[in-house]
């Protein structure tokens, strides 16, 4: 594989991509989006003692919204498109071979959606200048937002070269993308709501007179048994794993503050996912006759017992995505035994 063959190709794939007036303007009503995102996020975050950490993590959550909408189109027919164009033949009749052909195909789809992330840095600067930002949490979220947009690329390459028609391609890609964003959190609550388990109910209290008055001394009355059913999230909540905000924010480190919830974003994600994990109670019991006072855990104390998830979520999307570029790269390897009818091949 040679460097200088690779980075023709990527500088060509990306003066195909910013030659158009519109990628201009999608980058221009990004920053537009950002702007007021940014504007109603201090609003937001202004009670709080942590403004800049909410903001910082409101913003990065939206960077990657916008790239799970905009990166499909981006990369979605990077090879089908060239193909149909008739610009794809005349670069397989080169020194250049197919690797270097899908590489670059994804590494410039990878630089495109990148280029979200720049448009967002002025705006980073001004969640870390507004105070309570997390160096840590900065590279950790960074590092994960830019691998969860390399995945996104490789998933609309792969489709690109597996798939004859753009149009297809495009929208498996989208379909793909929203299985991983969408689909998940579905297939949670349907699977969580599908298995249900038994809990009993016992509760007893004081005895009142029609006066609303009790006796002296206090009568407690009998103990009322019932039984009802509950879903059994913690027996799917790995579903949940493979989802790209939830990936984000669970490996991202967690920020609470001094009563234990979380001052960001990325905390709430992570504490919703990890409270999945918990199991219901097979009984419960409720007393007013006793003067026992009940304690209950705070979204940090939840988070530190439970497991994180985000390394396994993002060990599937990787399988999934290199598995996508691999099979689209064996689909554009020249020469060909057999092409879709209606195939361009010059």
Not at 47 to 71: H, P
Not at 146 to 151: D, S, T, Y
Not at 194 to 219: F, K, W
Not at 245 to 274: C, H, K, M, Q, W
């Amino acid at each position: 594989m040679s460097g200088a063959r690779l980075g023709t190709l990527i500088r060509l794939d990306l003066t195909q991509r910013v030659r158009s007036v519109a990628w201009y303007v999608m980058l221009g009503v990004f920053a537009a989006i950002l702007v007021v995102v940014t504007a109603l996020s201090l609003l937001a975050f202004s009670y709080t003692g942590a403004a800049g950490a909410g903001l910082y993590s409101v913003v990065v959550f939206v960077v990657l919204l916008l790239a799970v909408l905009v990166s499909p189109t981006l990369s979605g027919n990077a090879i089908n498109g060239d193909r149909d164009a008739a610009n794809l033949a005349p670069v397989q009749v080169t020194l250049a071979t197919t690797a270097e052909i899908v590489l670059a195909k994804f590494l410039a789809a990878w630089l495109t959606g990148l280029s979200f992330a720049v448009i967002a840095v002025p705006f980073m600067l001004v969640a870390a200048f507004s105070g309570g930002v997390d160096p840590l949490v900065v590279l950790v979220s960074l590092v994960v937002l830019i691998v969860e947009l390399a995945i996104i690329a490789a998933i609309g390459v792969g489709l690109s070269g597996i798939l004859a028609r753009p149009l297809f391609s495009v929208a498996a890609t989208y379909l793909v993308v929203a299985a991983l964003v969408v689909g998940t959190p579905i297939a949670f609550g349907l699977g969580g709501a599908a298995i249900r388990t038994e809990v009993t109910q016992s509760s007893r209290s004081y005895v009142y007179d029609d006066s609303g008055m009790t006796s002296n001394p206090p009568e407690c009355g009998p103990w009322d048994t019932f039984t009802y059913e509950v879903p059994r999230f913690d027996a799917v909540w790995w579903i949940l794993s493979a989802n790209p905000f939830v990936i984000l924010a669970d490996a991202t480190p967690a920020r609470f503050d001094s009563s234990g919830y979380p001052e960001d974003l990325f905390g709430n994600f992570a504490y919703l996912v990890r409270n999945a994990q918990i199991p219901p109670e097979d009984s419960v019991t409720w007393d007013d006759c006793t003067q026992t006072v009940r304690f209950t855990e705070t979204p940090e104390d939840i988070y530190n017992q439970t497991t994180p998830s985000w390394f396994v979520g993002l060990a599937v999307q990787i399988l999934l995505a290199g598995g996508l570029l691999w099979w689209g790269g064996s689909r554009t390897r020249t020469p060909s035994r057999t092409l879709p009818p209606g195939t361009r091949i010059a």
